[in-house]
């Protein structure tokens, strides 16, 4: 059930961030019929782990995610965050979607600030978090800059300071370096790395980037399209950082490959 | 033709100052009686007695505070009406047909079913101007609403936006291109109109200014008034793209 060699130290008990999801089914209405799209989703996400979830278009990703947040509410099963039921967004739960969805009408300082209007800070306070987060993505010098004035990498920065702002338990993140460039997303992937060793919260990030499913997550998550199931799990069980061309990375890749391309026929 | 703007900031004076060439030489010319085509410096010089005498002023004031109230009232009343028809389908399915029928019919056609219910004072004039705001602007608020990427709503609800912030930080911005857009085709129209309906009725505004020189056969006041409703169509427009850029400048060119 654990990982092989535990990425980060032994969580505190009360460590917040654990996901429970038991027997979830989803169907979307289509033409008039209930078609499954996600089925019979057990998953046990410890405190502080990164999950990575790859498996075909369409198989569900996306529509699993937006579960999580709370972006969907209609579902059959159990879904719990902590102990507490999920019904509907939450502060507690960050999302980072593949599109960066900044406002194009807010700099990235407002846009950024846009996420703790809920909580109601004074000016000052929300100034030095923001400040905080936007030198956190290393974004300094881009406050005043409106999203088309940035570069997709910046973007996608400013998006992941905006999740984060809030201190959500878990974050979850829908192929966020998807529309960027390989060396782009290299880098990316090297700084939300960094975050998450910083920040500790439990993050579920979908991808179809095999590599990098493996150079982040502690597990990956197979899934099997029409309706969406979990074909496999893959504990890989390696410290980080990682080393990117890691030998067990490599054979893990073939195997997850493999296992993508036997679906790819069916 | 925009970057020809900016590079060469007084090259759009040239064709006005063509035009009054062109006009300044036939009519002093000859060819043509002074009663008809009036010489610039004639018209000019009526312009500063209107202005020195102040009547000019008493029109320009009639004109403009209709305008500003009628297109007032249809702004406002259009951007209720519309946003409530991109929200609400009960609104579009008891309203829309009729709304849609209602904005085909021509602003000036209801101009004589107006002064039979409504007389022809300022009551007319204003609810014309009214009608000629509301439409494109009801219009022009339907679509910016309903157009709203649904992707910005779930972002506003995983932040738990307060609604006054999803309102005026998310909802209105993402609207205002729209929006905007219905506002400076809807001033345009109204301005257009009230110069119609002061043309046929009433005793002051700046369309009475031309109808009563006509009948005195004064043609240099009917050009001061023509030039002057033109200018002011133009700086009103102009004054709202101002605006416009101002207000959307996030946006990329
Ligand atoms: N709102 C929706 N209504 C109907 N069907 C949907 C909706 N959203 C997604 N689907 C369907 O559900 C399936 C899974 O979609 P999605 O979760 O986006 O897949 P993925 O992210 O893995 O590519 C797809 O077949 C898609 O067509
Ligand atoms: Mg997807």
Redesign the pocket.
């Known amino acids: 059930m654990t990982a092989i060699a535990p990425p980060i130290p032994p969580l505190a008990l009360d460590t917040p961030g654990a996901l429970s999801i038991r027997g979830l089914n989803k169907h ?3 033409d008039g019929r209930r ?1 499954p ?1 996600l089925q019979h989703i057990d998953l046990q996400v410890q405190p502080g782990e990164f999950i990575a979830i790859v ?10 995610l ?1 579960l999580i947040a709370g972006l969907e509410t209609d579902y059959e099963g159990q879904m719990q965050l902590d102990g507490k039921p999920i019904r509907g967004p939450s502060l507690d739960r960050g999302m980072v979607f593949q599109d960066h969805r900044l406002f194009p009408w807010k700099t990235v300082f407002d846009n950024i600030a846009l996420a703790l209007k809920h909580s109601r800070l004074d000016k000052a306070h929300v100034a030095a978090r923001v400040n905080e987060h936007i030198a956190l993505v290393g974004l300094q010098g881009f406050e005043h800059a409106y999203p088309h004035q940035l570069s997709g990498g910046m973007a996608q920065r400013a998006a992941i300071a905006r999740a984060l702002i809030t201190q959500p338990k878990l974050l979850l993140l ?2 966020p370096f998807g529309a960027l460039d390989a060396l782009t997303r290299v880098r990316m992937q090297q700084e939300l790395q960094r975050l998450w060793i910083q920040q500790r919260s439990t993050m579920i990030m ?1 991808t179809h980037d095999v590599e990098e499913a493996l150079y982040l997550g502690d597990r990956v998550i197979v ?1 099997e ?2 309706p ?1 199931r979990i074909r496999h799990v893959i504990e890989v069980g390696l410290a980080h950082p990682r080393e990117r061309n890691a030998a067990r990375l490599q054979s893990l890749r073939q195997e997850i490959l493999g296992q993508l391309l036997s679906q790819a026929g069916h | 033709m925009r970057r020809a703007f900016n590079g060469q900031p007084l090259l759009w004076l040239l064709s006005p100052a063509a035009l009054l060439l062109a006009w300044a030489l036939a009519a002093n010319s000859g060819a043509f009686p002074v009663q008809l085509l009036v010489p610039p410096q004639a018209v000019y010089h009526s312009f500063t007695e209107l202005l020195v005498s102040g009547e000019l002023r008493e029109h320009l004031v009639a004109s403009l505070s209709r305008l500003g109230l009628g297109f007032g009232i249809g702004a406002v009343a259009g951007m209720a009406f519309g946003t409530a028809m991109a929200l609400s389908r009960n609104v579009e399915a008891f309203c829309g047909p009729l709304f849609h029928c209602v904005r085909q019919i021509p602003s000036i056609a209801l101009i004589p079913m107006f002064i039979l219910f409504f007389g022809v004072d300022d009551v007319f004039k204003v609810l014309i101007v009214t009608k000629a705001a509301f439409f494109p602007v009801a219009l022009a608020a339907c679509e910016g609403v309903r157009a709203i990427p649904r992707a910005y709503f779930e972002v506003a609800s995983l932040y738990r936006l307060p609604l006054r912030s999803l309102l005026t930080e998310v909802a209105l911005p993402a609207a205002a291109p729209t929006l905007l857009t219905g506002l400076r085709i809807g001033l345009s129209r109204a301005w257009m109109v009230l110069v119609a309906t002061e043309l046929l009725a009433g005793d002051i505004g700046l369309g009475q200014l031309i109808e009563m020189s006509r009948q005195m056969l004064r043609i240099d006041l009917v050009m001061v008034g023509v030039l002057l409703i033109g200018l002011i169509g133009f700086c009103l427009e102009g004054g709202f793209h101002l605006l416009e850029k101002r207000l959307l400048r996030w946006k990329p060119l």
């Open positions: 979307y209405p289509i078609l799209v498996g075909a278009s369409g198989c569900g990703k996306s529509t699993l937006r829908d192929e979908v899934l399209p029409r969406g």
